[in-house]
């Protein structure tokens, strides 16, 4: 794993049809038709050209600011991400409670944090969880109840100043939880419930979701290219990178 040219894609990609989380239908791609004219080469046209209807939420990997939970314009093509950052990669188990969920305590994170002692300085974490079979890059994880991060663990990544977490579940709260959002909430500084940004905010942060990471990349420190298409909204596809 030495490599210096390794490169792992972990993003999920965004297909026509396919839906990924929330309930939503997948991503409809429908040719332009003007006057007669149709941008579908298949179809006669001179060119491909066509109209894409997705959310960035449901259909693949992406990534959000805290504008998901917050009233206001908080747009990701605003959130300055560098374009290489160094990156920890921890893998985490949840533990089942049964009617309460499958739960992914801190605990859980707080043993990798103590294994891999990240320096001050980090300021991105990817979290790989367990079981991670293949299936998972196409999982549909509508009404599954995926598991999820403990509250605590939004806090405890604030605290020790990672800016940037990517996850491979369709959220770090749980799939129903009466819009309460905690662990995004506390990842960003924000108070329960609370929908409006503050000084103690942290509108740069962001959370990456639906990724896919797979087991042949090992636990450790890598570099980091989020790739996070530039559009003004609270999120945005993004197809994250890892390097050696």
Known sequence: MENPDLVYDISTVIEEGRSRAWYIPGMKRDPVELDGW???????GDVNFFNLNINPHAHGSHT????????GWHPISEIE???????LLITVSYKDLGKDGKIINLDEVKNAW?????SAGLTALVV?????PKEKKYMNFSSKDAPFFSEEVGGFLRENGITHWLVDLPSVD???DGGALLTHRNFWGLDPFEKKVSDKTRSNATISELLFIDDCIEDGYWSLAMQVASIANDAAPSRPLLMR
């Open 38 to 44: 149709i941008g579908s080469v298949d179809l006669g």
């Open 64 to 71: 959000e600011t805290l504008g998901h939970v917050c009233k």
């Open 81 to 87: 991400i560098p374009f290489i950052q160094s990156a």
């Open 114 to 118: 103590k294994k891999w002692k990240p």
């Open 128 to 132: 790989r969880t367990y079981p991670n």
């Open 174 to 176: 749980r799939e129903e």
